[in-house]
């Protein structure tokens, strides 16, 4: 069975300020990890997706996520916070092989002030 | 190139009736994953569909049931409708060769629906 936990339901920042959105997953074999995000009123956009070529993933809009295999965590993270930053992020796992479902987290709500 | 499209975007039904979303993969994609996604909530697997057959289930009961047609694209029909059912429905798409997935899937913007 896989699940991932991301924990902090909501997480404020300032513009500018470092972004770190933290998940933690589960798995009984080799994962993939995701990191999506939705805005409001539309579908998940995948950012990046671990695979197992490098431990550090760089994906879009300057966000970045880190595989730590003895942590079991796969924390997402941007230096500096833009206010079109502003939505959901789900953390997700699934197997690498046959056929597999994305299995999400409960999603973090990322806030960036002025 | 037109990612994965979905019909209706929203809908209202009554508790008791049947629904029917529809679902385009991307171009190219031959793989179509649906989820439910309730308020606040992560998105949850219900099905997925490759070749026209169903290959994996999550845990939903069977009022909830779907079709993939030779053109890839997918309907999601959900019977007896629940007021629990309410929620925004996600397809998305992939393309795999075999066993294996090559491509992440896409997903497309949702159906939101509405059981009163």
């Known amino acids: 069975a896989q699940s991932v936990t991301q924990l902090g339901s909501h997480v404020s920042v300032s513009e500018g300020a470092l972004v770190l959105l933290r998940c933690n997953y589960s798995s009984s074999v080799p994962p993939y990890l995701f990191w999506y995000v939705q805005y409001p009123n539309q579908g998940l956009q995948l950012l990046l997706k671990?695979?197992?070529?490098?431990?550090l993933v760089k994906g879009i809009n300057g966000f970045e996520a880190e595989f730590k295999k003895s942590e079991t965590s796969f924390h997402l993270t941007k230096p500096s916070a833009h206010m079109s930053d502003a939505a959901e992020y789900f953390c997700?796992?699934?197997?690498?092989?046959?056929?597999?479902?994305?299995?999400f987290g409960t999603g973090t709500r990322l806030l960036v002030s002025p | 190139d037109a990612g994965v499209t979905q019909s209706p975007t929203h809908l209202i039904k009554t508790r008791g009736q049947q629904v029917t979303l529809r679902c385009s993969p991307k171009s190219g994609h031959d793989t179509v994953s649906w989820y439910q996604q309730a308020l606040g909530q992560g998105p949850q697997f219900i099905f997925q569909y490759y070749e026209e057959e169903e290959r994996q289930r999550g845990n939903f009961p069977d009022r909830f049931s779907g079709h993939q047609f030779p053109n890839y694209s997918s309907e999601l029909n959900v019977n007896a409708l629940l007021l629990g059912d309410s929620a925004l429905y996600l397809c998305?798409?992939?393309?795999?060769?075999?066993?294996?997935?090559?491509?992440?899937?896409?997903f497309g913007q949702g159906t939101r629906l509405t059981v009163v």
């Open positions: 671990y695979t197992s070529a490098a431990t």
């Open positions: 997700a796992v699934s197997g690498r092989t046959g056929f597999q479902k994305l299995v």
């Open positions: 998305a798409s992939s393309f795999r060769t075999g066993w294996i997935e090559d491509t992440e899937a896409f």
